[in-house]
């Protein structure tokens, strides 16, 4: 069983970054496929990126490529995500979730999630 923190979110201007953690707890973090999503008010919950387990393969909702960057560190049980020219509409609430040895597609369910963190864009 693994638990998630999520951090790094905040308040920041239209075209500002901000970059997320997720802290994982537990053991095997490096057997543990991680995602990001996100979910604005009244909206459903939304698929961005995740980076399998092997930390070679990773996935994007293609609105979100190029600005969004997901990376992992397993000797710190982390993962990123690295927001780039950010947008008002990219503002919501942020989660990861773990899936162990998911294959990371878009489609996959996880079995773990954190508490999400709030991320808000000004214009």
């Known amino acids: 069983q693994v638990q998630l923190v999520e951090s790094g979110g905040g308040l920041v201007q239209a075209g500002g970054s901000l970059k997320l953690s997720c802290a994982a707890s537990g053991r095997a973090f490096s057997s543990y496929t991680m995602a990001w999503f996100r979910q604005a008010p009244g909206k459903e919950r939304e698929f961005i990126t995740s980076i399998r387990w092997e930390g070679a393969t990773t996935y994007y909702t293609d609105s979100m490529k190029g600005r969004f960057t997901i990376s992992r560190n397993n000797a710190k049980n982390t993962v990123y995500l690295q927001m780039n020219n950010l947008k008002p509409e990219d503002s919501a609430v942020y989660y990861c979730?773990?899936?162990?040895w998911g294959l990371g597609s878009p489609g996959d369910e996880y079995d773990y999630w954190g508490q999400g963190t709030q991320v808000t864009v000004s214009s």
């Open positions: 979730a773990a899936d162990q």
